[in-house]
């Protein structure tokens, strides 16, 4: 997940890496500077919902509220000016993949035609980059004269709009009995080391960025909740997974069966239960269902005189 090179410099410690991650927030000064280069952690997730062409579970919200804080965390990086390119450009590349699989939600999810999603996914954009140049513009004069409180503010600001893009994976964990659906782990593993290395590189300075560290702390414990959340959910329910893999059927196709069954035999597995009759005792098929008994029983009173 992450390459760490550490090395000494002096008295120093420079923690230089090429990290899978999230947007750092880092108050370290030249001697100390921390090179994070943000891999596009939301990869995975744009061709899982590609791929599939549904992002049932993936909330709308989570991805525009991220899409929101990538101006205030770009000026909050560009604004200081003890940034390296890369960790200026993080919070671009991470707009970027936001707006996208925000635009994906958009059609696969909503219902949007692809053009329109598109449309509003750019105009968004365009907007975005427009507030967050002229806040550069605006914020670097006083910064510079010492005036530290509105590029404070703006670290706050980024750092709970992006922590708050995390609540709404709840309420679909709610609404399907705590399972995980839609979001990709893969996305989900690389942005939790993201934030946690990220924690580690603050820590590692001589100076705590308060902001960065309660941002990533935050996060971090909102992404364990995710993952604590389906695995609970796969331990209340592996009764039905191993009935499920009995049967050689995923698990939501051998619930959706089981729901077509009489409530009294819901608690039954399937290989279990007895192969119902027809009126002449022939066996009939379970997979040709109710349409055969209907044909059966048509047929007999054609013949009946």
Avoid at 76 to 84: E, G, L, R, S, T
Avoid at 174 to 197: M, Q, S
Wanted: charged share 15%; hydrophobic share 50%; aromatic share 12%.
């Amino acid at each position: 997940m992450a390459i760490w090179v550490i090395y000494l410099y002096h008295d120093d410690i420079r923690l230089w890496c090429i990290q899978v991650g999230s947007p750092v927030f880092s108050g370290s000064k030249p001697s100390r500077e921390l090179a994070d280069v943000c891999l596009p952690q939301l990869i995975p997730q744009i061709w899982q919902n590609w791929r599939r062409k549904k992002t049932d579970g993936l909330p709308a919200l989570m991805l525009f509220l991220w899409v929101m804080a990538v101006p205030p965390l770009g000026i909050y990086a560009i604004v200081q000016q003890n940034f390296n390119i890369p960790l200026q450009l993080q919070p671009q590349i991470f707009g970027l993949e936001a707006l996208f699989c925000w635009a994906q939600t958009l059609i696969y999810a909503h219902g949007w035609r692809t053009w329109t999603a598109s449309l509003v996914a750019v105009i968004t954009g365009i907007a975005c980059a427009g507030v967050q140049v002229l806040l550069v513009f605006t914020l670097r004069g006083p910064y510079a004269n010492g005036i530290s409180w509105p590029i404070t503010t703006i670290g706050i600001i980024a750092a709970v709009v992006l922590a708050a893009g995390l609540i709404p994976p709840y309420f679909e964990l709610w609404k399907r009995d705590f399972r995980v659906i839609g979001i990709n782990f893969i996305f989900l593993t690389t942005d939790w080391f993201g934030a946690f290395f990220s924690a580690m590189a603050l820590v590692a300075q001589h100076t705590f960025d308060v902001i960065g560290g309660s941002s990533y702390t935050i996060c971090m414990i909102l992404e364990l909740g995710i993952f604590l959340s389906h695995i609970l959910w796969r331990f209340r329910t592996r009764k039905i997974h191993r009935e499920a893999k009995l049967a050689d059927l995923s698990y939501d196709d051998y619930i959706d069966e089981k729901r077509g069954l009489p409530a009294a035999d819901s608690s039954a597995s399937l290989e279990k239960l007895p192969i119902p009759s027809n009126a002449n005792g022939a066996e009939t098929d379970l997979e040709k269902g109710p349409t055969q008994v209907v044909a059966v029983s048509t047929s007999e009173q054609k013949t009946t005189p």
